[in-house]
């Protein structure tokens, strides 16, 4: 067996693998010999077999199996058990020429990656933004508003009712040509909420004052998607509509029913609900203001770092990305998907997301980051209530051992945002000091 080490980079390394006929042939003839002791064949002896008919039968699997454990001892020899190669991640097989009923030699080149070296990037001094807000009377009335809103039923219209403003109004729509005629197929029963902001204003204008079993024509302006091109002859998308019912919007009154329905029967009056509705919206802000502040973190510390990214790493974060897109097509990727030309468009996104994994794990060590059985279990202490105990909880999450580890993931990260936030000078800004910028 020949290997031969070569460094294309600080970061990245193949291995060529060669290995004689004459080594394989003995290795391939014995795990054929051991297949036969077990197999069963009608007309021979349990274990008696020929050779012949058991290479014919199991031969290829067999010989790729001998040659899989040959290059992963030839692996290991040459770099897992020696220390001058800090081996990351898996080693990718780039090229295999094997052919067992040859004389050709086995021939493997297969990539690997080593640790960069690189010291922590020095942040102290640069500033990093998190956008603080103060919620106002009038915020904590627009949000009771919109829950009352969406506690709404509905009821039907008396007779010549026609479609007011706040109204649900239910129609037949169907696409069609210049002359009228159908273009595709009618949707039914399509519910137009009248106070939707995002309504297109020409059909709530079209809908407003029409009663039942009123038909009419609409012209809408055609909107472009960002996938789409701007080249069509045809700019105006056509539409036949009528009315098939109208609904009233019933807005429940702010009662102690309501309260006791939007707050789980904690509260009866709308003081308290104002209250629990102000502590949610802050508590909201607060969490999508961390969640900001901690990308932008991640985004100038992996950016104050400049070394080799090994490609290893970098295929393997893109096949989880293949992976993931063929889960959220339904375990089938789209009919004539260039996989290679996604891998590309992605590659800039996967280096980003291994660089800051390589400099999450260097922060971790500096720091000396760990999560603790105390973590947990102030972790489990925060999730009771007045029927659940911590005991109970905890319990629980040791018999899911996939949702600890998902725990575990989520403490190890808040502390390390926790160490990375002192590593940064958090300035607060609020709507107002933006404005402030802006205008001076």
Do not use: C
């Not at 045809?234 to 939007?262: C, G, S, W």
């Amino acid at each position: 067996m020949d290997t031969t080490v070569t460094a294309l980079n600080d970061v990245d390394y193949t291995l060529d693998i060669r290995v004689p006929q004459a080594e394989l042939e003995p290795r391939v003839t014995a795990a054929l010999k051991k297949q036969r002791g077990s197999m069963n064949l009608k007309g021979f002896r349990p274990g008696k077999v020929p050779l012949s008919y058991v290479k014919k039968m199991v031969g290829p699997q067999v010989a790729v199996q001998i040659a899989e454990e040959v290059i992963g001892e030839a692996f290991r020899e040459a770099v897992s058990d020696r220390d001058e190669y800090k081996v990351i991640g898996q080693p990718r097989l780039a090229a295999l020429e094997f052919n067992p009923d040859s004389a050709d030699d086995l021939h493997a080149v297969v990539h690997f990656g080593v640790a960069p070296e690189f010291e922590l990037a020095e942040m102290e001094g640069v500033p990093v933004t998190k956008f603080v807000r103060t919620f106002t009377e009038a915020d904590v009335e627009e949000e009771l508003d919109a829950r009352r809103a969406r506690a709404a039923t509905l009821e039907p219209a008396a007779d010549g009712a026609t479609v007011g403003e706040t109204d649900v109004a239910v129609i037949d729509i169907q696409p069609v040509n210049d002359e009228g005629e159908p273009t595709g197929p009618k949707q039914r029963g399509a519910q137009i909420v009248m106070a939707d902001p995002g309504l297109r204003d020409e059909l709530r204008e079209a809908l407003l004052g029409k009663a039942v079993g009123d038909a009419f024509r609409l012209d809408l302006p055609h909107q472009h998607g960002d996938d789409e091109g701007h080249d069509h002859d045809d700019h105006v998308d056509r539409y036949t509509v009528e009315v098939t019912a109208i609904n009233h919007r019933v807005l429940p009154e702010m009662d102690a029913a309501f309260v006791k329905a939007q707050t789980g029967g904690r509260h009866e009056s709308l003081d308290e609900l104002r209250g629990q509705i102000r502590k949610e919206l802050e508590r909201s802000w607060e969490r999508r203001a961390q969640q900001a502040l901690e990308g932008k973190m991640v985004e100038q510390f992996v950016e104050a770092h400049d070394f080799a990214v090994p490609q290893t790493l970098v295929e393997a974060t893109l096949d989880g990305m293949v992976e993931e897109l063929r889960e959220r097509q339904g375990g089938e990727l789209p009919a004539g998907f260039d996989a290679a030309a996604y891998r590309e468009s992605r590659r800039e996104q996967a280096e980003r997301q291994v660089r800051w994994l390589l400099v999450k794990q260097k922060l971790i060590e500096a720091e000396e980051i760990e999560v603790t059985e105390a973590d947990f279990d102030a972790e489990f202490e925060t999730m009771t209530s007045e029927d659940v105990t911590a005991d109970m909880i905890r319990a629980y999450f040791l018999q899911q051992p996939q949702l600890l580890e998902q725990m575990g993931d989520t403490l190890l990260n808040r502390r390390v945002f926790e160490a990375l936030g002192k590593r940064f000078t958090v300035v607060e800004k609020s709507r107002e000091d933006l404005e402030r910028e802006r205008s001076s």
